[in-house]
């Protein structure tokens, strides 16, 4: 595949599809956290989604790889499927009980700033600059001053610590996931997201019965509420996700990160109606500058063609 990323229109408008599908799914979490326990969560959002993206490969001919792959690319292939989903589905549904929510949006923000030099060293045609760095740093600075104040405070629970390790090792999960998807060679996206899925439920399935026991019996609500979130925000968006990273590449895809905050916010306002926060105008000023830093080289080429 073409090693320099192409960062498009089209590349633009998926990135703001994908922060807002993912920002709204935290309202669909909290409900259907009410019926059903967190890993059976996950594991029900990774198996829908299988399903589903199964069905769709299937006609596409189970596509994959375009040319066979060494030993090397399959295993390369399983680690992603582990490490993109279930593992920091994981990680995070875990995490999550002994930290604030806030301090859990932080880390997945992190996300970015932890692709940036990976990318650097690994990637070819995503070098560090300084208007990459200090973009992204700035846009880390507009989600720290969304969230506020419980962004670091202390829930004092025992496991707290191992909570905090848990959600930054969920982000790291996600950063080098995105880094080893953009390595492999050739293969057809549609395939590639569906084995994606297929190991993340293989995973966590066995997972969840372990950990949790037999699922809950959801109500029919609660049941609406999971296919929601399999077949948009998981199955969806996975599709997309594996597009952007195999075209414009992980870092351009890591600033959907940034975004998730602010769409949880302004959707919490609107369908719950949530009071909105008087830090909302800054952070976002302040995320869409960094935004606009860091791709300020793709942006202009954006409008020159325009």
């Known amino acids: 595949m073409n090693?320099?990323?192409?960062?498009?229109?089209?590349?633009?408008?998926?990135?703001?599809?994908?922060?807002?599908?993912?920002?709204?799914?935290?309202l669909f979490t909290e409900v259907a956290l009410t019926g059903i326990t967190p890993f059976w969560l996950a594991a029900?959002?990774?198996?829908?989604?299988?399903?589903?993206?199964?069905?769709?490969?299937?006609?596409?001919?189970?596509?994959?790889?375009?040319?066979?792959?060494?030993?090397?690319?399959?295993?390369?292939?399983?680690?992603?499927?582990?490490i993109s989903s279930a593992l920091p589905f994981s990680l995070l549904a875990w995490g999550q009980q002994y930290v604030t929510s806030g301090f859990a949006g932080v880390t997945m923000a992190s996300v970015a700033l932890i692709v940036l030099p990976m990318a650097h060293f690994l990637l070819p045609g995503e070098r560090m600059t300084p208007c990459k760095v200090g973009g992204f740093v700035i846009g880390f600075v507009g989600v720290v001053v969304l969230i506020g104040g419980q962004a670091f405070e202390s829930t004092g629970a025992a496991m707290e610590t191992a909570g905090r390790m848990a959600c930054v090792a969920a982000a790291s999960c996600y950063a080098v996931s995105s880094i080893l998807m953009r390595r492999l060679?050739?293969?057809?996206?549609?395939?590639?997201?569906?084995?994606?899925?297929?190991?993340?439920?293989?995973?966590?399935?066995?997972?969840?019965f372990l950990s949790e026991g037999p699922p809950p019996l959801p109500t029919p609500k609660i049941l609406a509420v999971l296919a929601f979130l399999g077949l948009i925000p998981t199955a969806g968006a996975a599709f997309l996700?594996?597009?952007?990273?195999?075209?414009?590449?992980?870092?351009?895809?890591?600033?959907?990160?940034?975004?998730?905050?602010?769409?949880?916010?302004?959707?919490?306002?609107?369908?719950?109606?949530?009071?909105?926060?008087?830090?909302?105008?800054?952070?976002?000023?302040?995320?869409?500058?960094?935004?606009?830093?860091?791709?300020?080289?793709?942006?202009?080429?954006?409008?020159?063609?325009?």
């Open 3 to 26: 090693t320099t990323p192409q960062i498009t229109l089209t590349s633009w408008l998926l990135i703001a599809l994908l922060g807002f599908v993912w920002g709204g799914t935290f």
């Open 44 to 82: 029900s959002r990774i198996g829908l989604a299988a399903v589903v993206m199964l069905a769709l490969w299937a006609l596409r001919g189970f596509a994959l790889f375009t040319a066979r792959p060494s030993a090397s690319d399959i295993l390369v292939l399983v680690t992603i499927g582990i």
């Open 185 to 208: 060679p050739s293969v057809d996206p549609i395939g590639l997201g569906t084995v994606l899925m297929l190991i993340g439920a293989a995973v966590m399935l066995p997972a969840a």
């Open 241 to 306: 996700r594996v597009y952007v990273v195999r075209t414009a590449g992980p870092v351009f895809m890591s600033l959907v990160n940034y975004q998730v905050p602010v769409w949880s916010v302004l959707l919490g306002a609107l369908v719950l109606s949530e009071p909105l926060p008087m830090s909302l105008l800054y952070a976002m000023a302040l995320i869409l500058a960094g935004v606009g830093l860091s791709q300020y080289g793709a942006l202009k080429r954006l409008f020159q063609r325009g």
